[in-house]
T-cell receptor, first 113, second 114 residues
Framework: GDSVTQMEGPVTLSEEAFLTINCTYT??????LFWYVQYPGEGLQLLLK?????DKGSNKGFEATYRKETTSFHLEKGSVQVSDSAVYFC????????????FGRGTSLIVHP | EAQVTQNPRYLITVTGKKLTVTCSQN?????MSWYRQDPGLGLRQIYY???????DKGDVPEGYKVSRKEKRNFPLILESPSPNQTSLYFC?????????????FGDGTRLSIL
């Protein structure tokens, strides 16, 4: 079945540091890939997505590139802010007809001033 | 404004006392689902619904019921809650028909079962 593996957290960074959160997946066919963000006390919200190989999703300074050859969708940001502190979830949705998304376990990011 | 609305946001109750968490979406989405979020376990799907009157079990359905009588509503029912159901619950919805449609989540319901 489909699966998503994210790096364990928490990831602790100083403000303005470079961020990478790794995400790899296993899926049949050609899934769509998503990053969701969960700020404290809130629900998940879509951060960015990519729907085919080599697509780059971007939003709020975050980027992720759909790498089919390595089955990865790593999240990056060049300079994090304290306000980026949140839990980040990688997810996929298979194109094979199943509309049930698969989520990673989430990675907590803590950014210190 | 497009949104998924859950109620209540917080609830403390006792073992065995039936409770219902409501979920409503205003986006005419076909697909709705319930998740629970626990530390170290991420999001686990409880039940989902592909459309009105169509529901199916997710990964952790034991102890829960759902119904989908109308497209916009998808209540989660705990007939006889137990302490191991203490958790943070999220309702979500999405449009079906294409795999590139993201889910929209509610703000969560924190349940404490004593």
């Amino acid at each position: 079945g489909d699966s998503v593996t994210q790096m364990e957290g928490p990831v602790t960074l100083s403000e303005e540091a470079f961020l990478t959160i790794n995400c790899t997946y296993t899926a049949t066919g050609y899934p769509s890939l998503f990053w969701y963000v969960q700020y404290p006390g809130e629900g998940l919200q879509l951060l960015l997505k990519a729907t085919k190989a080599d697509d780059k999703g971007s939003n709020k300074g975050f980027e992720a590139t759909y790498r089919k050859e390595t089955t990865s969708f790593h999240l990056e940001k060049g300079s994090v802010q304290v306000s980026d502190s949140a839990v980040y979830f990688c997810a996929l949705l298979s194109s094979g007809g199943s509309y049930i998304p698969t989520f990673g376990r989430g990675t907590s990011l803590i950014v210190h001033p | 404004e497009a949104q998924v609305t859950q109620n209540p946001r917080y609830l403390i109750t006792v073992t065995g006392k039936k409770l219902t968490v409501t979920c409503s979406q205003n986006m005419n989405h076909e697909y709705m689902s319930w998740y629970r979020q626990d530390p170290g376990l991420g999001l686990r799907q409880i039940y989902y619904s592909m459309n009105v009157e169509v529901t199916d079990k997710g990964d952790v359905p034991e102890g829960y019921k759902v119904s989908r009588k109308e497209k916009r509503n998808f209540p989660l029912i705990l007939e006889s809650p137990s302490p191991n159901q203490t958790s943070l619950y999220f309702c979500a919805s999405r449009r079906t028909g294409a795999s590139n449609q993201p889910q929209h989540f509610g703000d969560g319901t924190r349940l404490s079962i004593l």
